[in-house]
């Protein structure tokens, strides 16, 4: 089945985690890619990838992958690749569901940001990596991030409900963001990508308050809908014109419904 997103009519399975959390973004507000998921591989055809293309208006793709298996070592999704029958054939498998979404270069994003509520703290923590680097790099460990907020919750910002509040701010020393940049080459170049330096900063250029105050109206729609009663996570970035893109939600639940099949 083909599933054209994102939709309030379409209802996935909660072991889609990825998936079934971008709807939930989307159904709250928050700015979502457009994308295609097709939940039978093996019904690829070159009609479905026209249909594909046309939805999307574009012949190429940011492919990701929607596991219905437990796996430990999941393929990176975010790559762009061409719309056709021969680059998409060698992606198939049982294990997962293939995910369409506009193409988006990563490389060019301006910020790749997690913004996480902190039961135990009662805080909301920003992490922040910026131009050329991506939030996986914070998902999977790589990086330390280059610029860190705490921010109180919307219940608990005094009397005039400033989002600046007691905010906590910790931004990256120079000689370790370079050593960043310098691994996060490493590691596009171990990924078949070949970079220069000239798609990173001179030095990191901290988040925009504009952009801080965009989020957090988003983000607290987010932590609202779950009352504030669970540790959770969302992934966003932050696009070279300034756009704001989310893409998923981590709780303890969703990560435990990616272990049971359906």
Not at 115 to 134: M, S
Not at 143 to 154: A, G
Request: with cysteine.
């Amino acid at each position: 089945m083909l599933y054209k997103l994102p939709s309030n009519d379409i209802n996935v399975p909660s072991n889609w985690s990825k998936v079934f959390t971008y709807q939930l973004l989307y159904r709250l507000g928050c700015p979502v890619m457009k994308s295609v998921l097709l939940s039978d591989t093996k019904a690829i055809s070159q009609s479905i990838l026209d249909e594909i293309k046309d939805y999307l208006e574009s012949n190429q793709t940011t492919l990701r992958f929607q596991y219905i298996k437990p796996n430990s070592k999941p393929i990176r999704g975010g790559s762009i690749v061409t719309l056709d029958s021969q680059c998409i054939s060698k992606y198939i498998s049982d294990e997962y569901l293939l995910w369409f979404m506009n193409p988006l270069d990563r490389l060019k994003n301006k910020y790749g940001i997690n913004v996480t509520f902190n039961k135990h703290l009662e805080k909301i923590i920003y992490e922040i990596v910026g131009q050329g680097f991506d939030v996986s790099d914070l998902n999977r460990g790589d990086l330390k991030p280059h610029e860190t907020l705490l921010l109180n919750p919307s219940y608990d910002r005094g009397y005039y409900d400033s989002l600046l509040y007691r905010i906590g701010v910790e931004i990256i020393e120079e000689k370790e963001f370079f050593k960043s940049i310098e691994y996060r080459i490493s590691k596009l170049s171990n990924m078949g990508i070949s970079v220069s330096t000239d798609i990173f900063n001179a030095k990191f250029i901290p988040l925009p308050l504009s952009i801080l105050e965009k989020i957090d109206k988003y983000t607290t729609n987010v932590f609202e809908h779950f009352q504030y009663n669970e540790d959770i996570n969302i992934s966003l970035s932050v696009t070279e014109d300034y756009k704001i893109i989310f893409w998923d939600i981590q709780t303890f639940k969703n990560k435990y419904e990616t272990f049971k099949e359906k």
